[in-house]
């Protein structure tokens, strides 16, 4: 099972927000392949930095079969899907490099997987009509522009918590990445008020982004990923709130 607490929010909810705005129970299939995908990458990532030995592999077999099954389901039920492959084959390819390097943990990795995990969110909605991109509106592709850069920023902020805290380059690409997202939220308000709600979540996120690593940096010791966890399903209550509040109509 995956151990990073963060991937459990980018795997489930750009999907249900996605079958939230356009219920369908065509869209099953495809979010189990997601699913179960996403398991297999994790097996696969054990599987290689284990040097390849036969105990890693039964976890890989099982939920790359199960991907294969509901995969093929999906695509049998909507051949449509397939105008998808173009956009995840590059993302997924560069996932794959990435853990076949060993390189799981790098920025590159992280960032394939938040894009892949963000395209669910419009290739579920698709599902109720087309199940192609043409089918996806603006207010669509702007919520998931918004989960994408939220994700996004996480990568940076985790890190300066655990892996690299008390690294001051990475404390400065984190706060530089959420200060940029926070102008870019106010530019979209100005042209769109109605859209208030996310430059008021980025402000929210800007001030995590600088506030939480320099109180872990004082007490002198990592915060614990749980802590982590736990903090950013209160955040990311509200970034889901925002993003309908901004572009569910």
Known sequence: MPNQHG????LFI??????????SWAA???????????????AVTIWLKGRRRQKHLPPVLTYGGITAVAGITALITQW???????????????????????????????????VAAALMLPTVV??????????????????????AAYFGGSIYYVKTLIRDFGDKTRFVQSVSFHA???????VLTIAQPHTWPVAAVSALL????????????????????????????????????????????
Request: charged share 10%; glycine share 6%.
């Open 14 to 23: 750009p999907p249900i927000i996605g079958m939230i705005l356009e219920p």
């Open 7 to 10: 991937a459990w929010f980018m």
């Open 126 to 147: 698709s599902v109720a009509s087309t199940s192609t991109p043409a089918a996806i509106t603006a207010d669509v592709w702007w919520a998931t522009a918004w989960f």
């Open 180 to 186: 940029a997202l926070f102008v870019g939220a106010v």
């Open 80 to 114: 449509q899907l397939v105008s998808w492959l173009p956009i995840f084959a590059p993302i997924i390819a560069v996932s794959i490099y990435e853990a076949a390097k060993r390189r799981e943990r790098s920025l590159l990795s992280g960032w394939s997987t938040v």
């Open 28 to 42: 099953v299939p495809l979010l189990l392949t997601w699913w179960a995908g996403y398991f297999t990458y994790f």
């Open 206 to 249: 800007l001030a995590r982004s600088y506030a939480i690593p320099r109180f872990a940096q004082q007490r002198g010791k990592r915060t614990e990923p749980k802590y982590v966890g736990m903090i950013d399903a209160v955040v990311a209550i509200f970034v889901v709130i925002a993003a309908f509040a901004a572009f569910g109509s």
